[in-house]
């Protein structure tokens, strides 16, 4: 017996959720045995653990203050210690309530199960995942940035259709709360104006007046802008940054425009930048071609090119551009947050663009799809990954620790530790610093004394535990 149409398109949406689920399961457990936390991420914990909690709070991450960016690392170091696996799982789970919001604003835009489960699981399925589940630090700073902006922007729908003072308070807390994690959050009122514009274009006027509220939206992003201002760490200013160019503005644009496929995303390093160029022209070309034929996806699939151009306009003029110049655009960590809330508009743009009843009665065709693209994606990131620049640091330290914990965790009660510096493979040379392995050990719940003792155990440079044979003395 043939399976009916919503039978058939539940059974594709369950399989989809479901490829997702082990695709982010399988590039958690690559990060956890391939990673550990790094340099930047422990002298965040240390100055967690020694200053006040006023002082650790504004204490400059790179040339930014980012006061609740502190506060989780430090809450989390505080809890559970330095355990990777447990910062891997609160990671994911962060990235799990990223895309329940966007689901739930697809639901606010009236995107079809259908769309929502393709776009869900493409969002889930980036390329970029890996990449970001691999650094502590780096992934606090996205992906509750990428949480507030999608917060704000379903609270300004909400507000938008019923006017209710508490959206409006979401709206606003979603602003500060990003600000508190990720510079890059200036953008998140430029998306909701985006967002108003686009709705605006397609004859979606707001059923009450958001013109007091976007307006505060916008004074807020101004007064974080003018306080990086008058406020600069050391003699960088957080903000504003010269000697970016147009070559830069356009190659910053070609890797986000091509970063939602795990095929063209790192297409740059197979073809060259010609490739890349080809690629996204191509692109470009097809979607003026798609908007003149089904003009009514047109301003969602403008807004979805506008969404990928302010990241890449941010970027082109950001400290690290200034810092590392055009290598800057080959850092995977930069490209993960512009694909969930570009997904906002490409949600809709689908929904308009393409008939899906066949597909939809052919949930076996999408589900193999799926596992292709999920393949595709899991291949394509551990392979970018092993290129990195830091790959032979972070799988080192990992390998390390890993092998470190299990020899501790069969020692005898009442063992010690000995205090030594941490082998270099933990500490990269670039940073130019050594730290002691108290710094790291004293956090872990063996709870084992660290000591000068000579008859304690001692961590050798490969991992291995050793406990020093005393002297004999001459006779």
């Given at each position: 017996?043939?399976?009916?149409?919503?039978?058939?398109?539940?059974?594709?949406?369950?399989?989809?959720?479901?490829?997702?689920?082990?695709?982010?399961?399988?590039?958690?457990?690559?990060?956890?045995?391939?990673?550990?936390?790094?340099?930047?991420?422990?002298?965040?914990?240390?100055?967690?653990?020694?200053?006040?909690?006023?002082?650790?709070?504004?204490?400059?991450?790179?040339?930014?203050?980012?006061?609740?960016?502190?506060?989780?690392?430090?809450?989390?170091?505080?809890?559970?210690?330095?355990?990777?696996?447990?910062?891997?799982?609160?990671?994911?789970?962060?990235?799990?309530?990223?895309?329940?919001?966007?689901?739930?604003?697809?639901?606010?835009?009236?995107?079809?199960?259908?769309?929502?489960?393709?776009?869900?699981?493409?969002?889930?399925?980036?390329?970029?995942?890996?990449?970001?589940?691999?650094?502590?630090?780096?992934?606090?700073?996205?992906?509750?940035?990428?949480?507030?902006?999608?917060?704000?922007?379903?609270?300004?729908?909400?507000?938008?259709?019923?006017?209710?003072?508490?959206?409006?308070?979401?709206?606003?807390?979603?602003?500060?709360?990003?600000?508190?994690?990720?510079?890059?959050?200036?953008?998140?009122?430029?998306?909701?104006?985006?967002?108003?514009?686009?709705?605006?274009?397609?004859?979606?006027?707001?059923?009450?007046?958001?013109?007091?509220?976007?307006?505060?939206?916008?004074?807020?992003?101004?007064?974080?802008?003018?306080?990086?201002?008058?406020?600069?760490?050391?003699?960088?200013?957080?903000?504003?940054?010269?000697?970016?160019?147009?070559?830069?503005?356009?190659?910053?644009?070609?890797?986000?425009?091509?970063?939602?496929?795990?095929?063209?995303?790192?297409?740059?390093?197979?073809?060259?930048?010609?490739?890349?160029?080809?690629?996204?022209?191509?692109?470009?070309?097809?979607?003026?071609?798609?908007?003149?034929?089904?003009?009514?996806?047109?301003?969602?699939?403008?807004?979805?090119?506008?969404?990928?151009g302010a990241n890449a306009?941010?970027?082109?003029?950001?400290?690290?551009?200034?810092?590392?110049?055009?290598?800057?655009?080959?850092?995977?960590?930069?490209?993960?947050?512009?694909?969930?809330?570009?997904?906002?508009?490409?949600?809709?743009?689908?929904?308009?663009?393409?008939?899906?009843?066949?597909?939809?009665?052919?949930?076996?065709?999408v589900l193999i799809l799926?596992?292709?693209?999920?393949?595709?994606?899991?291949?394509?990131?551990?392979?970018?990954?092993?290129?990195?620049?830091?790959?032979?640091?972070?799988?080192?330290?990992?390998?390390?620790?890993?092998?470190?914990?299990?020899q501790i965790a069969q020692?005898?009660?009442?063992?010690?530790?000995?205090?030594?510096?941490?082998?270099?493979?933990?500490?990269?040379?670039?940073?130019?610093?050594?730290?002691?392995?108290?710094?790291?050990?004293?956090?872990?719940?063996?709870?084992?004394?660290?000591?000068?003792?000579?008859?304690?155990?001692?961590?050798?440079?490969?991992?291995?535990?050793?406990?020093?044979?005393?002297?004999?003395?001459?006779?």
């Amino acid at each position: 017996m043939e399976m009916t149409a919503k039978t058939a398109e539940r059974t594709m949406i369950r399989g989809l959720y479901l490829i997702a689920g082990v695709t982010l399961l399988v590039l958690g457990v690559l990060a956890w045995r391939h990673s550990w936390f790094e340099i930047e991420d422990i002298l965040h914990f240390r100055d967690w653990q020694q200053q006040s909690l006023w002082r650790a709070l504004w204490t400059p991450i790179d040339v930014y203050r980012l006061p609740l960016h502190q506060l989780a690392s430090g809450w989390f170091f505080s809890i559970l210690g330095m355990h990777f696996g447990a910062a891997v799982l609160v990671m994911l789970g962060v990235l799990l309530a990223d895309l329940v919001l966007l689901s739930a604003i697809f639901r606010r835009l009236g995107v079809n199960s259908f769309w929502r489960a393709l776009v869900l699981f493409a969002v889930a399925c980036n390329v970029y995942v890996l990449d970001l589940l691999t650094w502590w630090s780096a992934a606090l700073h996205r992906l509750p940035y990428v949480f507030f902006c999608l917060l704000t922007c379903w609270a300004w729908l909400a507000y938008r259709q019923h006017g209710r003072r508490y959206h409006a308070l979401f709206c606003i807390l979603g602003v500060l709360c990003g600000l508190g994690f990720y510079a890059k959050a200036v953008l998140i009122p430029a998306f909701v104006v985006l967002l108003e514009l686009v709705l605006l274009a397609d004859g979606q006027p707001a059923q009450h007046p958001t013109g007091r509220l976007g307006a505060a939206l916008v004074v807020l992003d101004l007064a974080y802008v003018v306080a990086s201002l008058v406020w600069p760490i050391g003699n960088h200013s957080s903000v504003l940054i010269d000697g970016y160019t147009p070559a830069i503005v356009w190659s910053a644009s070609q890797h986000y425009l091509l970063a939602w496929l795990p095929m063209t995303a790192h297409l740059d390093h197979s073809f060259g930048p010609q490739g890349q160029q080809i690629a996204a022209l191509s692109l470009l070309a097809l979607l003026t071609l798609v908007v003149i034929r089904r003009p009514r996806s047109g301003p969602f699939w403008i807004g979805f090119i506008l969404a990928l151009g302010a990241n890449a306009l941010l970027i082109s003029i950001s400290v690290q551009i200034r810092r590392f110049g055009v290598f800057a655009l080959e850092l995977d960590r930069y490209y993960f947050e512009a694909i969930p809330i570009s997904a906002i508009f490409l949600g809709v743009a689908l929904q308009r663009t393409l008939e899906t009843g066949r597909l939809r009665r052919l949930p076996w065709v999408v589900l193999i799809l799926g596992l292709a693209f999920a393949w595709s994606d899991v291949s394509v990131s551990w392979a970018e990954y092993q290129r990195t620049l830091f790959f032979r640091y972070y799988d080192g330290t990992a390998r390390l620790m890993h092998k470190v914990m299990h020899q501790i965790a069969q020692l005898p009660p009442g063992s010690c530790l000995r205090n030594s510096a941490m082998p270099e493979i933990i500490v990269p040379h670039i940073y130019g610093m050594v730290q002691p392995w108290s710094l790291v050990l004293e956090r872990f719940p063996l709870q084992l004394p660290m000591k000068n003792d000579p008859a304690c155990y001692r961590i050798s440079i490969d991992g291995d535990l050793q406990r020093p044979v005393p002297e004999q003395s001459q006779p």
